[in-house]
C-alpha cells in the first residue's frame, strides 16, 4: 500500500483498536460451542472490525462531520462489543473472565479516541442539512437551535398551581 493509504495504520486510535480486535478474537475462541455464543462471539469480533474500519473510514474524508459520523458508529460498536462481552461472561459462556481486561482495553482505546476526534477540522465542513452538527458556532446551526425544542421555555408556560395535587381534578385512565 502506499504510504498515504496506509496512514492511519500508524495513528494510535487505530493501533488501540487492533488491540481490542485482538482480545476480542481471544476471547470469540473461548466462547463454548452453541448458538447464542456464536452469536456473541460475531458480535464481538464484528464490532472489533467495524472500529478499525470506521477508524480508516474517518481518515479517508477530509470533512468535519463525516469524520463525526465514523466516530459516532466507532462509539456504539465499542458499546455494542464490550455489551457482548459482559453478556457472554454473566452467561457463563467462557471459562475466562475478559469483562475488566476489555474494560481496561476500552478505557485505553477512549483516551486515544478522544485525543483524535480533537484533532478533526471543524472548519473543513459543509453543512448537512441534516440539522445534526457536532459544532454549534456556525449560523446554520444557531438558526436551526432555535427552532428546537427548549424544555425550560416549555415549562415556564406553566404556574406551579397547574400541579396540585387535588383529588377533585384527578382522572383516571
Request: proline letters at 2%.
Amino acid at each position: 500500500m502506499s504510504k498515504r493509504l496506509d496512514k492511519y495504520r500508524r495513528l494510535p486510535v487505530f493501533k488501540k483498536a487492533e488491540e481490542l480486535l485482538e482480545i476480542a478474537e481471544v476471547i470469540g475462541a473461548t466462547l463454548k460451542n452453541d448458538t447464542k455464543s456464536e452469536h456473541f462471539a460475531g458480535e464481538i469480533v464484528g464490532n472489533a472490525l467495524l472500529i478499525q474500519v470506521k477508524v480508516a473510514g474517518a481518515e479517508g474524508s477530509s470533512l468535519y462531520s463525516l469524520k463525526m459520523q465514523n466516530a459516532v458508529l466507532i462509539k456504539f460498536a465499542v458499546h455494542d462489543m464490550f455489551n457482548a462481552v459482559s453478556a457472554s461472561a454473566m452467561m457463563d459462556m467462557h471459562d475466562e473472565d475478559y469483562v475488566d481486561l476489555m474494560r481496561e482495553k476500552v478505557e485505553e482505546f477512549r483516551i486515544e479516541f478522544v485525543k483524535w476526534i480533537r484533532s478533526f477540522d471543524k472548519t473543513h465542513d459543509i453543512p448537512d442539512n441534516w440539522a445534526i452538527r457536532f459544532d454549534t458556532s456556525t449560523p446554520e446551526q444557531e438558526k436551526l437551535e432555535e427552532l428546537m425544542f427548549d424544555d425550560d421555555k416549555f415549562m415556564d408556560d406553566f404556574d406551579d398551581d397547574d400541579f396540585d395535587d387535588n383529588e377533585d381534578d384527578k382522572t383516571t385512565l
